[in-house]
């Protein structure tokens, strides 16, 4: 199915993960994918699977954000959907007492601050238009909390789950439809990375997942095609869960 045939998708977080794996879903469905990462070798493999193009930004820089949108409209004519999707792990102790300001700060300038400067400079083309899609991802910890004490992440998940509903609603009568994407678990490098370090958390993780298994990464992808298309056409300001029941248990 070509769901997304010639709209142009703008990927955060291209070159790994669950951006990689929407890269690949967006290009299978027709987009014209504009891959925006840190990294310049992931993100330009990205670029090149899909076809695509690359464009190297920090998220968290308001005119690398700013220059990210104005490429893929003068490159391809048109900003149809923004796929904010960048993000970190909590720091290595993420508890209340244990997080430092430093730390803190660091995870809302990247999970945070860079979906509100994508959003800010995506909607102005997207108005021009009178249609868009912008999907920010966050997190199944942004509904449910986490037992495993990461304040700092599940904070930034949280706000990115409200901006994402207040912009929904807001710019509904505009054509612009908004959402956060709430993935549970998913088998990538960022998952991994924490598992590494705290096995018996894995473990942990797995029991409270009633599929029982982590999620891939194509699976994550499947729903962002889904919102980013005219198959979501009635969906706006929802906390879009992707979670294997987890916040249901
Ligand atoms: P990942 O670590 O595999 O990929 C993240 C990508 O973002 C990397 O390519 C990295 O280079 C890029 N990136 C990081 N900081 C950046 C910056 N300042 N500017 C531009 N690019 C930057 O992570 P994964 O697992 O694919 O996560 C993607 C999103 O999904 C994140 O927002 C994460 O918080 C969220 N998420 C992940 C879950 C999981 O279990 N993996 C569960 C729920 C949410």
Redesign the pocket.
Known sequence: MRRLQDRVAVV?????????ATVRRFADEGARVVC????EV??TKAAEEAGGLFVR????DEDDVARVFRTAFETYGSVDVAFN?????PPDDDSILETGLDAWRRVQE??LT?VYLCCKHAIPYMRRQGKGSIIN?????AVMGSATSQIS?TAS?GGVLAMSRELGVQFAREGIRVNAL??????????Q?LFAKDPERAQRRLVHIPLGR??E?SEIAAAVAFLASDDSSFITGSEFLVDGGISGA
Do not use: H, Q, R, W
């Open positions: 955060t977080g291209a070159g790994s993960g669950i951006g990689l925006v990462d840190l990294d992931t993100g930004a920090d998220v968290t999707n960048a993000g970190i792990s990247v999970n860079s991802t966050a997190s199944f910890v992440y998940k709430c993935p549970g678990p998913v088998n990538t490098p960022l998952l990375e982590f999620a990464a």
